[in-house]
């Protein structure tokens, strides 16, 4: 079902306030998109099967390709029993200058009994003088599968522009069975002594994270952790790997967003066997 959610703001608003909401279901052996209600502008155009019916792939849309002052997004997907997903974005999400205003994306991600989700976005490029808010959300039941990253530059690092003016602030929890396996959240303005301080971001401009988690980690942890350690950054940027309660995580800290990107992407493909029972085949929409 496509559908547009009820418009409840006046059209003239001066700022985008978007919706999508994605809803997955395993009929037989295939995963179909069941619900995709969108308001305002963000979009996915149609459900993709690079992999077999067993995968459906969705690419995350939104025309306006950058998020002002005032603008709020609100983005979900729900996954229901066996269903297998991955989203991903086109290209890198921007978070323009603002003349005052905060600017918000809130994720809210539901994986049901025995289902899989992989969230590949793009990176995140924060605008000098941007104010922005990320909150995500993911909830799993106690026998799914996740495997996600979010990698965040500050700045234009092409134009020499570094995050001087602006706020941002991030908030990241996954749960499993109601209960928090990470928590994250963090804040900082411009020029924030945190941003050059060794126990921040000691001067960098690009940082990332990717999670894992799957039943199974535990017996496999110390194995994909020695896999994953013969890879490292082509940037030489630091980096680490550890395996805590029920989660995997990898962390990237310095100023390429594209080596941190292909970094994950070698993850990813060590991972994602042990994770979703799958070869990793790179997304088609990376290369375009």
């Known amino acids: 079902m496509t559908s547009r959610l009820p418009v409840s703001l006046p059209e003239h608003s001066p700022s985008w306030h978007a919706e999508l909401h994605l809803g997955f279901a395993r009929q037989g052996e295939r995963t179909v998109l069941r619900e995709n209600r969108h308001r305002g502008p963000l979009r996915v155009q149609k459900a993709l099967y690079p992999e077999g019916d067993a995968l459906c792939q969705a690419i995350l849309l939104h025309p306006p390709s950058g998020i002002a002052g005032g603008d709020h997004l609100a983005i979900s997907a729900e996954l229901g029993a066996e269903a297998h997903a991955q989203l ?138 020695e896999a994953c350690r013969k ?28 080596a941190a990107r292909l970094w994950f992407a070698e993850l990813w493909a060590i991972l994602r066997p042990a994770c979703c029972g799958r070869p990793a085949v790179t997304p088609r929409i990376w290369n375009t």
């Open 231 to 258: 890879v490292i950054p082509a940037d030489g940027a630091n980096h680490g790997l550890s395996a805590l309660p029920g989660m995997l995580v990898a962390r990237y800290l310095g100023d390429s967003s594209e």
């Open 88 to 225: 991903t974005t086109p290209g890198a999400g921007k978070w323009y200058r603002s003349g005052g205003a905060e600017a918000s994306q809130c994720i809210a991600f539901s994986v049901g009994e025995g289902a899989t989700l992989e969230w590949l976005p793009q990176e995140t490029i924060v605008f000098d003088g941007a104010r922005a808010r990320m909150e995500t959300r993911v909830s799993l039941a106690a026998n799914s599968r996740y495997i996600g990253w979010d990698i965040l530059c500050l700045g234009r690092a092409a134009a020499g522009e570094r995050f001087e003016k602006g706020r941002f602030d991030l908030f990241f929890r996954v749960d499993r069975g109601n209960a928090p396996i990470w928590l994250e959240r963090g804040g900082f303005d411009g020029n924030d002594a945190m941003l050059s301080s060794p126990a921040g971001w000691a001067g960098a401009t690009v940082c990332g994270t990717l999670l894992c988690a799957f039943p199974e980690l535990p017996q496999q942890a110390a194995a994909l952790l």
